[in-house]
């Protein structure tokens, strides 16, 4: 199967995607922010960069976007039919890459918490209050080193 675009436009089109506040992160951010929880954003010293990280509870906040994680069987996310050999190894590192720093952060002693862009937007989303609600419990109340929050079952 062809691309429905010449290579060099799909170039341009994916070099555009920025890796650092997008939508997702965004509205993230503003869900935390009006629960009165105050963060620092993309710190180098924490490894992996954590989108967000809230010092004051130990917290490293990654916002992944469904295509760029790999994330299974989610309908934000489907393998593309060209490019499919550049594109299993790209996720698949992006996939390696995560779990590595996820340890690594545990080891360092912080928790870590990962959200899917579907929790976010599309037909699986949250409500507003709902993914609230699910933030401030893991951040204030839970002892788990980690937890992945994703969109719900349709």
Not at 45 to 58: A, K, M
Not at 73 to 98: M, Q, S, V, Y
Not at 108 to 130: F, H, M, N, Q
């Amino acid at each position: 199967m062809t691309d429905v675009v010449s290579p060099k436009k799909r170039s341009a089109m994916m070099a555009g995607i920025s890796g650092k506040n997008t939508k997702p992160e965004i509205y993230i951010r503003q869900v935390l922010h009006r629960a009165g929880y105050r963060f620092r954003l993309h710190r180098k010293d924490i490894p992996g960069t954590p989108d967000i990280f809230l010092p004051r509870y130990g917290v490293a906040i990654f916002v992944h976007g469904c295509f760029w994680h790999g994330h299974e069987n989610c309908h934000l996310f489907r393998l593309p039919k060209t490019r499919t050999e550049f594109w299993e190894a790209k996720i698949t590192g992006n996939k390696t890459r995560d779990a590595r720093v996820r340890q690594e952060l545990i080891h360092s002693g912080y928790r870590v918490l990962d959200v899917w862009e579907c929790s976010t937007k599309g037909k699986t989303a949250w409500e507003p209050e709902i993914l609230s609600a699910a933030l401030r419990q893991y951040i204030s109340d839970s002892h788990e080193e980690y937890l992945e929050i994703f969109g719900r079952a349709i």
